[in-house]
């Protein structure tokens, strides 16, 4: 089920990210605009458009989340790949994006304080390159 799933959302997603599914929606909204007289511009014509777009809207979210997840998670697999592969890399950042906010806020600040050093023994270096 998931692999259809999968599949299937992968497909949606392209079709309707294209130029193509664009044009198409605003010729719907076109055309339903132009249909407006001859239904006298009622609440039912009006009931169209808005449960339309309504019901495509709410399945379109789980399609578009489930595409983001995927592609979020092969991200990041490649960037663990990368650090895996660096030896000079910190290995313990490999799967952080499971921690809790707690902790990537002390790895935030941990590296808020390398960047302050390594910008500091630049300017260092800089200057006594300069002198």
Same mark, same amino acid.
């Given at each position: 089920m998931q692999r259809m799933f999968a599949k299937f959302s992968r497909a949606i997603a392209k079709a309707v990210g294209s130029p193509y599914a664009c044009v198409l929606a605003a010729?719907?909204?076109? /055309?339903? @605009?132009l249909?407006?007289?001859?239904?006298?511009?009622?609440?039912?014509? !009006?009931?169209?458009?808005?449960?339309?777009?309504?019901?495509?809207t709410f399945l379109m979210v789980f399609l578009i989340q489930n595409s983001q997840n995927r592609d979020a998670e092969a991200l990041q697999l490649k960037l663990d790949?990368?650090?895996?592969? /660096?030896s @000079?890399?910190?290995?313990?950042?490999?799967?952080?994006?499971?921690?809790? !906010?707690?902790?990537?806020?002390?790895l935030q600040k941990r590296y808020e304080t390398v960047l302050k050093t390594a910008k500091?023994?630049?300017?260092?270096?800089g200057a006594s390159k300069e002198a």
């Open positions: 010729l719907s909204v076109v /055309l339903w @605009a249909t407006g007289p001859v239904f006298g511009f009622s609440e039912t014509w !009006q009931l169209v458009i808005n449960t339309g777009t309504t019901i495509i790949e990368i650090i895996f592969a /660096l @000079a890399a910190d290995d313990s950042m490999i799967d952080i994006e499971r921690l809790d !906010q707690e902790s990537l806020d002390a500091q023994k630049r300017e260092k270096d």
